[in-house]
Nanobody
Framework: QVQLVESGGGLVQAGGSLRLSCADSGRAFSSYIMGWFRQAPGKEREFVAAINSNGGSRFYADAVKGRFAVSRDNAKNTLYLQMNSLKPEDTAVYYC?????????????????WGQGTQVIVSS
């Protein structure tokens, strides 16, 4: 059973940094592809970043490339998203998600389990 809990969101000024965490209480974390998505008010959920099961491959949306970094610690069953140089347009609820092996980690339907989300607000 996968249970994902995000933390680390908050209010930050533009140009600042935040680190999101996503903890899984299950026992199969290391077998899943893990992803981060976000949803701003009035907008559809969008892909942010993904990482394969052993951390060897990482994928990013163009909007966050060079500013965000996804990582995982399989020994701690935890996924991270380091967000630097934050912009007001990064304001959203951020969700972590887990996927069985998939050819397309960049779309929400590929993911089987979702966390409840954590709010990130970037002020200008």
């Amino acid at each position: 059973q996968v249970q994902l809990v995000e933390s680390g969101g908050g209010l930050v000024q533009a140009g600042g940094s935040l680190r999101l965490s996503c903890a899984d209480s299950g026992r199969a974390f290391s077998s899943y592809i893990m992803g981060w998505f976000r949803q701003a008010p009035g907008k559809e959920r969008e892909f942010v970043a993904a990482i394969n099961s052993n951390g060897g491959s990482r994928f990013y949306a163009d909007a966050v490339k060079g500013r965000f970094a996804v990582s995982r610690d399989n020994a701690k069953n935890t996924l991270y998203l380091q967000m630097n140089s934050l912009k007001p347009e990064d304001t959203a609820v951020y969700y972590c998600a887990a996927s069985r092996p998939t050819k397309n980690p960049g779309i929400a339907p590929s993911y089987d389990y979702w966390g409840q989300g954590t709010q990130v607000i970037v002020s200008s």
